[in-house]
Every structure is written in C-alpha cells, then in structure tokens.
C-alpha cells in the first residue's frame, strides 16, 4: 500500500497515485477508491491491475485541502490505506477513514 503526490503549484493540483500490491488482495476482482473527492462514490474511480501486479489509480485533486478515503474491495470490504497522512474517526464505533493532505 502506499500514497505518491507529485505537486503542479502553478495549477494548484496534486496527482496522487494509489496503489495496492496484488498480494493484499489476491482474489480480488476489482478495487475502488472512494471518498471525499467523488463524493463516495464507489462506481466512480476504480483502480486498473498494472502489469507490476498492482492495483493502481491516479487522481488529481486540489492543494490545500485534507481529503478523508477508504478503498472498496470487490463491492463489500472497506480497506484503510495504512500508509496515508492520517486516520479520521468517523460516526461508527471503531471505524476510521483514510487522510490524504494535500
């Protein structure tokens, strides 16, 4: 699992790339990401199988900003990213979401 940023200052953007080793996941047919950037919606960025057998997805986001995010693992199973900036407590006892800050 890891988080990579590659900051555009002049446009005010960040690509950050997701990407998950196939091993997490061996059996897993298909991964999204969700969060505050797509409304969390779950049918929106799914993450493509690259040929290093990792699941990977780009996304370019606005600076300045803290964005809370799980990954969704074959429709039924929420995955935090353990390498984010940071885990945020939700409403639900003893569930928390992912923290990229930007």
Not at 5 to 27: A, M, N, R
Not at 42 to 59: A, G, I, N
Not at 73 to 83: F, L, Q, T, V, Y
Request: proline fraction near 4%; charged fraction near 30%; include cysteine.
């Amino acid at each position: 699992m890891s988080i990579q940023k590659h900051f555009f200052p002049g446009k005010g953007i960040c690509q950050v790339l997701f990407t998950l080793p196939e091993s997490y996941f061996d059996e897993a047919k298909k991964i999204a990401v969700a969060g505050d950037f797509n409304e969390w919606n779950h049918e929106k960025h799914f993450m493509r199988k690259s040929k290093k057998r990792k699941f990977r997805r780009t996304l370019e986001l606005p600076v300045g900003k803290e964005y809370q995010f799980r990954y969704l693992i074959d429709g039924s199973n929420w995955e935090n990213e353990w390498e984010a900036d940071g885990l945020v407590e939700t409403p639900y006892e003893e569930i928390y979401n992912s923290m990229v800050r930007l």
